[in-house]
């Protein structure tokens, strides 16, 4: 049986970036995921980030992409009255931007990038199959979302 420091439930982008950032500090976890690689990898929902969350990923070293193919956003438009409206965003929050990238991105990202690893060694997912370390590997969460070690982290984040 394996063994880790910490267990996080959920490979969304926060656990997925919280395991990073503790491989970046030296500690070990891995992350249960209930559903497929391909599922997490695919499910569209944020579009848009906000500016902590494009430096939090630049600087854990996940942001290269982001940066290359996300479109950096200063500002919008609101028409009202027959007029154009800029609303400023650098100029309204002392110089921050947004960036429009989707959070499968990220995704996709924080699982490259994870770890030294990718999915197979980070990732044990209810079910699914997938490349481990020593060869195509299937593992199975006797019950999903419960764990033995030494800390067990369930998160809620945000994008
Ligand atoms: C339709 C939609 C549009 C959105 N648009 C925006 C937007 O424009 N801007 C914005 O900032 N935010 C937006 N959000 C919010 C953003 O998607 C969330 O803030 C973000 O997904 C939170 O990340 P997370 O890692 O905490 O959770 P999630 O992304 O929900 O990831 C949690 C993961 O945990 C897994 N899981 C859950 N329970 C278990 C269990 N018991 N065992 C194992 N695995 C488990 C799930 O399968 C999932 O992969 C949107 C959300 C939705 C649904």
Do not use: N
């Not at 249960?32 to 070293?61: F, H, K, N, P, W």
């Not at 982001?66 to 950096?72: A, D, I, K, Q």
């Not at 154009?84 to 990202?109: A, M, N, S, W």
């Not at 999915?119 to 419960?146: F, I």
């Amino acid at each position: 049986m394996r063994r880790t420091q910490v267990g996080i439930i959920g490979a969304g982008p926060a656990g997925l970036l919280l395991s990073h950032l503790l491989h970046q500090a030296g500690v070990e976890s891995v992350v249960l995921e209930c559903r497929s690689r391909s599922y997490v990898e695919q499910r569209i929902r944020t579009g848009v980030l906000e500016d902590g969350t494009r430096q939090i990923l630049q600087r854990a070293g996940v942001g290269e992409r982001m940066m290359r193919e996300g479109m950096v956003h200063g500002g919008i438009f609101i028409a009202f009255e027959d007029r154009l409206h800029h609303i400023d965003f650098p100029e309204l929050t002392g110089g921050h931007t947004i960036v429009v990238y989707g959070q499968q991105e990220v995704v996709k990202d924080l699982i490259r990038g994870a770890a030294g690893g990718g999915w197979g060694d980070l990732v044990r997912s209810r079910g699914g199959a997938h490349r481990g370390a020593s060869g195509p590997t299937r593992h199975r969460l006797p019950v999903p979302g419960r764990l033995g070690g030494a800390a067990g982290v369930r998160l809620r984040g945000g994008m």
